[in-house]
């Protein structure tokens, strides 16, 4: 068995998704699929629908990668992606106006008011 690593994250929901939220700007995140499927057993994990890495981006604020609790990677999702403008917005990009790369595209978040992001998905805005 190999050395523990230990990783600090930040636990968030919206709209009723639960994420564990890893700052990679800060410290390298080396198998997320796999603490995924550790930590996001509700019974021997700290409970989550998945993993969320929070990154550096060459054309964004961010980029955020989203791996869901079997460890399989996704495209994007909208109360994730509003999560990480929250998270982004109290850890020092206090814009107004985010954008935020995902494996489906840049996404525009704006902020709205006390923890209320408003993000374009391309067809339609989720609150």
């Not at 700052?23 to 409970?47: E, I, N």
Request: net charge neutral; proline share 3%.
């Amino acid at each position: 068995m190999g050395p523990t690593v230990t990783y600090r994250f930040t636990k968030m929901q919206g709209c009723g998704n639960y994420y564990l939220y890893y700052d990679c700007f800060a410290q390298p995140v080396t198998d997320p699929a796999g603490l995924a499927r550790r930590f996001s057993d509700r019974h021997f994990g700290v409970g989550s629908d998945g993993v969320i890495l929070i990154l550096p981006s060459e054309v964004a604020d961010a980029r955020m990668r989203i791996f869901n609790a079997d460890g399989s990677e996704s495209q994007m999702c909208g109360n994730g992606v509003r999560c990480v403008a929250e998270w982004l917005y109290t850890h020092g990009a206090a814009k107004e106006t985010l954008r935020i790369d995902t494996n489906s595209g840049a996404k525009t978040i704006t902020h709205r008011g006390a923890q209320l992001w408003q993000v374009e998905m391309g067809g339609y805005s989720a609150m």
